[in-house]
């Protein structure tokens, strides 16, 4: 916290790392969209840095939010099966990353395509790619889950902890409660970049009010 001037000065700051504009900054920046999941032997991880396939959105489309889309590969056959059911289902609108106030009270959908083809069903748009070293074991529940911005955000200010320096230090801790795992790092490490360059911009931004130009002919100025 080498931009931090003085302990009123801290309190000020570590409330805008934790303010939600500044936690949603990251949040968008980060590819936290789509959430990958295996489930084996009654055991489910979340597969962040080795997902299983990559799932791109229609940006364009409605997606249902929250419920366990399962994917099942058939690299022999060519072909992926997709099945989702839940009751209650929020809806999500992709491009504004809203949560929508709608609720399907009842979603179903079951349906098998070639391998290559995108996939489109009710309130379910999107394009599947499974890497060629993927390796789908016969015992595992692979799915995905579509998490909204204001999913993201409740699920990590709820679990953020900073802890303030001793009275004659300069380190803030941040932290996350719960598992822990390198997408937490990820988030970590991008919230306070994101505060890094917002304290820059601004002591940018306030320096340039100080430059006195001697000679509007020149490029020479004084900085007081």
Known sequence: ???????????????????????????????????YYETHDFVTEERYDYPPFRVRLDSVAVQVA?????????????????????????????????????FLPEYKVEETLAIG??????NLSFRIEFPEDRVYEAGSDYYFKIVSLDQQFMNYISRLNVEPPESDGHI???????????????????????????????????????IDFIDTRSTRWRVR
């Open 172 to 210: 803030v801790s941040l932290s996350l409660t719960g598992t822990s795992t390198n997408k937490e790092s990820v988030f970590i490490n991008k919230l306070m970049e994101t505060f890094i360059e917002g304290e820059l911009l601004q002591a940018a931004a306030e320096r340039i009010k100080t």
């Open 1 to 35: 916290m080498s931009l931090v001037r003085g302990s009123s000065q801290l309190e000020d700051d570590i409330a805008i790392m934790t303010s939600r504009s500044n936690i949603m900054k990251p949040l968008r920046r980060l590819d936290f969209g789509v959430a």
């Open 117 to 122: 083809q995108p996939f489109s069903a009710q």
């Open 66 to 102: 929250g419920v366990k889309i399962h994917v099942k590969v058939d690299r022999v056959a060519k072909t992926y099966s997709v099945s989702a059911e839940g009751q209650n289902v929020q809806l999500f609108n992709v491009q504004k990353q809203e949560l929508m106030g709608d």
